[in-house]
């Protein structure tokens, strides 16, 4: 049995198309290093840590949705509260470290949450960010012909295929993460 086979035996409620995805490995550091979507990494993460007790990669977690943010504000400049929620982890983490500071929980404890509340934010954040990339998309091509059926210009831009387009953008994001966290199953 190989560990990628172990790990979803272990894990029965992994997506279908990431158990499909990660059956054609051997070993789980393959399935990071190869994934390209940020969602089914964030799954892999979640429940590595959540089996291992093994909660280093809550830095990680905060700059990823560091990078989002900056993906985000690369269309709307400083993202406005309407969207800002779906970046914002500094409450949930300062709250945790106040548990801490009056001792009400242990270190271990607060990291395990500090994980699963960045996680969220971090799975929300990429959600965010896609779902907004794909709108963008499919509103500049739509808008794009609207224009040149009333004005005698020609389409300027060949923005593609929106599957090219969104397969493109999971990708820069699986690129984000792995950049942030290095492969935690090595």
Known sequence: MTE?????????????????????????????????????????????????????????????????????????????????????????????????ESRDISVLEAERRCFIWLWIVAYEATRYVFEDGIDRFEFDNVAEKIIAEHMPIELTTDNGNEIDFGRNLLKKQADQLRMVIPNPFQ
């Open 4 to 100: 990628v086979s172990e790990f979803l035996s272990a894990n029965e409620f992994v997506s279908p198309a990431l158990r499909k995805f990660a059956i054609r490995y051997d070993h789980l550091s393959d399935v990071w290093v190869n994934c390209g979507r940020a969602d089914w990494m964030l799954d892999l993460l979640k429940r590595n840590c959540n089996g291992r007790r093994d909660y280093r990669s809550n830095d990680g977690l905060m700059n990823y949705v560091r990078s989002l943010r900056k993906m985000a504000a690369l269309h709307y400049g400083e993202p406005n509260p309407a969207v800002e929620h779906y970046f914002n982890f500094g409450s949930g983490v300062d709250s945790i470290r106040k548990e801490i």
